[in-house]
């Protein structure tokens, strides 16, 4: 009893003194909605101490919550696990110890791990797991089926990353794909881009998939263009897990990678549409006017003419407004105004194609 | 004809050095509008070369715009211009000068003007003065009453500033009051805060004002809870000029100084609630519920409990959100908070009281 | 073989991703050096996984090092370790996980615990063990001791903090000062200040401390006016573990609290000449010179006058210069202008009185 | 008598009143002189509303003393003022006005002014001069001529830019050469790099010259590596206008453009070296030693490696210290690794070589 309240008493301490970090609040992102579905900022791929990560599980869900993501699944290495003479290993805690802290935050949380083998096959990531403990078996593409067993989601880690063999799609992973046991492939993890998985992701209909993979404790206060992480926004039916695992598996996903937004033209134009915001002219000449054209997402874009109108380039930083001059000879009607977003790819080195759209009086 | 294009080259080459600056955007503010009313951010009064100010007359448009105002007025002094060996006085010109600039950002411009005497009786914008010139006159009431014959709204400026006799409500100021000469009192001017111009905005139903004063460039990059400007906001039936002065008339304003809003509890009650978004628990046990508040605004929200239930202290900065733990004997009903938000005055050292609705599920 | 070889790989990637962080650098602390001593920046009071910590040891030393500091002690509980289902215990792992890491950056390490008791007698740190284990015994008195007869350095940690008796000077402390058992007080812990325990040190001897007590991951990237933790600058001998021992007994410490430092006059008053630089006038008139004083350090320094020289009010932030202008009738005579550093305490509520001395030309 | 108090009423107003912006301090630029020499941080080119300019001359000495330089010129263009209906044109204005400031904040001023033409001949600014007034004359080759029998110093702006025939080399500044008339050119200029320039002045033994041709407020509150003005480090023999002059004529500058420092090598190897401190080992192994590198500089240097010796890249971010890990078989011997400094031009494109010594025990 009285070690009841000793317990007590220093549980509270622990939580007075760590609040002086004063780092609880949330920081929501900036990113719309597309027509029927809701936009949600998604990292499926971080690490802990339960392998060779260096934080306590429930802070992968702190550092998500006040960064504005929405849903999270942390990913230890099965196979790997260095710190195991500390920790014993148990492949299903790092989730257990995490939900009340992602429940209390409002945070999804899908349990999830890493199957791990040298390349090839390399890294693959299993989403949406009941049980990661039967995956923890010596031959890969039996774990792999495992986690298919269960429903999970998975995807071909950082595919142009290590070994002599880096890169390239082998037989295994013709393999898993016939079988459909994998879904998705990481377009870009941490600061790494893989143009070749971009291009397969696009030739294979395979999701693609924005991680930060970090390790470390994530100092980031904020996601805000220039200093977010790698992180797959996914346009679900609603906010839950399942509308996530839906959306996953119909491919409704697209990346945000340093400065780019990175995904299927399908999902790029509306999303793009969704950032900006156009208002009619408030004021004319005779051979131009002028508007307001404001960019209310996290993301900066940067914008280059196409057509004839408008200025030759433009460069719309995130949450803010331009007021642009447009020369024209009719001020009084619409302008559709024909652009490329160089920072919208919806295949390797490919800008989305735009029109920004000026209306009339 | 040569010379014409010899111009016209120059014009061009100080437009590409100058945008090299890169602060061509404006970071719109967030405040929520009222109902029936938009909420236009005001700062007017500011000086330029025309006075004692350090900046050409448009840069002030520039400042304003890149940081999210709607409304402002140059009102340099009429009876201070230390740089008159350089510059000839011409008290139309900052105006004048600033109106072009202000159009193509779509900024709210007022004509405007500082009548500049000793205390007393001391400083009094004049705002939507057709003609400054008028007011260039010796004696001081004679020129407020010239500029309220100009239909224009008078602000007794920095009441509690400078000399033996400052900040006393003298003959002088009766006459006016009385004439209804004058509508307005500065409450916070740039770092200075007036609690008697407070109180007698309420005592005597004058509009509460907040300006900058500026004189030299604003190095403020945007508004923001800890860098903005003392500013006015304003609650008009739309965004123009007519609207704004029928509000300043009718006394529909609030002041954002430093880190509190201060106004009438007419107005401060909507806008605090138009600030606060809360959400219907996400988690409930027996005793407690989990609840999202946030903030949507840019004013830093700093709230003290008065009734029974939630946190004691609740700190919700500009643009996040905060989870909230709410102990409760009900937690399938709604709940109402009370609090009194510190940093929102409604009277000198009064807080707004507030309640703080979570809804049930 | 095989395996050898895979489980290189695999420790390659988890530096190249964690890498990305790229936080990988030292922002070098500016505080100068008094005469014949070198100022250490120490943080002898935080905690890791081992106890109700957040992250893994080494990461301790990632912190500290990258904000400029010079010396840690990883204090886990010996009481208290909520985490032992996970993470068997064992109180000499924090140390011995973490001193790779220290040797690597060069920053030092002592092997610390804090022992955890209810309030009284409060928690106490031993910070300069050789094995920590002897420690974790029933009688807290006993383990004080034994921590002793390993030559450890004890503090009295947060000594107003928690518990209906807390902030007390009991029996037990007066057994273990008159033993000589400890040896130190936080006079600051987090963002908590202890006026008594400020007080006490200056009564019975004790030395000043103040300490992080993180237990989150530390955000911060640098340390800096304004954003670094509370911590102790110690003066000592050399940069050595043995030199900052012997400056911990002999009470050499100040203490750097949010926006002041704090501790004794003797060190407070070198350390604040060694922040300031005043250079001879530059300009002179009849009745005035100006000069530049520079403030070198990394706190801001607030100074207030008591003589009858130099502005009323001087803030000098932290790495920055201000040009003063001082009236005098003696322009060409060297300045010596009588303040109070407003921010330097060398008691509760008593600032340190400063000499400024201009030189003359 | 009463006027005249009244006067200095009001002064003492604007004071308090843009004092309130609290900008009044300055950040010292952080780069090392040279052995004989002293490191003057200039922009001997900007503007104010006695040209095109928007600010008011002596907000010219307080950005630059604010932000760390030593000196600067005011060159108003002299054929080129678009204010003039407000402003009467008169060319040594903006020096006489901004004297008192800079002698105030011991800032180095020379009265300069731009010779402003088409291209051909182009931009040449004249600093030093006694007297702006006799280059106001038609005739472009007369008024360089002019400047230099008041022993200015001339350079010719901006090459790069403007026009049909902009960038070439046409027979007038053969003429201009040939005479010795001119005597330095902009390498770089605002957001903008001139090769041609940069390669002439390696060939025809021209000073370089970067500067930031500001028109608008410069709204930064100091330099720093990412946030500073386009400027040259100049090498002079003291802190004077005659040595600072003297070293221009002499060649003996660099250019801070962006992240690149620009100079002839007999310049740029003692600047690096000076920014550089490598500590002797503080760990050693049987086959590598670890060292700290430091860049004291305001500059981020960036490393590739050229011998065989050290890590592969490295990034030494402005005012850090890394920790560097180098395999040696003799790790008890002082190491001289050789890399280029990739941010460092010795000619367009031409990184320089550089030599990292770490010493030995």
Known sequence: MKMRNYRLAIVALAFVLSS????????????????????????????????????????????????????????????????????????????????????EKNLLLARGAEITRDTPPGHFNAIFLSDVEPLNTEDFVEAVKRANEQGAYVVWNHQGWKGPEKGQWLEVHTKLYDNKWFHGMEVANGDEYYPDAHQWCLDKNLTMMGNSDIHAPDLREKSAAGEHRTMTLVFAKDRSLDALKEALFAGRTAVWYKDQIIGRKEWLEPLFGGCIRASKPHVRSKDAVWAEIGNTSDVDIALERTGNAGPVELKLPARTTSVVKIGTNAPDQPLELSYKATNFLVAPKTALDVTLTVPGP
Request: a negative charge; charged letters at 25%; one cysteine or more.
């Open 20 to 103: 002086a970090a004063a780092q609880d609040v949330r920081h929501e992102l900036q990113f719309p909605d597309l027509p029927g579905y809701q936009t949600l900022a998604c990292d499926l791929h971080m690490h802990t101490v339960f392998s060779d990560g260096s934080v306590w599980p429930p802070v992968r869900a702190e550092e998500a919550w006040r960064q504005g993501l929405d849903a999270i699944s942390v990913t230890d290495h099965i196979e790997y696990t260095p710190k195991k003479d500390d920790i014993p290993v148990q492949h299903n805690r790092p989730y257990d110890l995490t939900i009340g802290e992602a429940r």
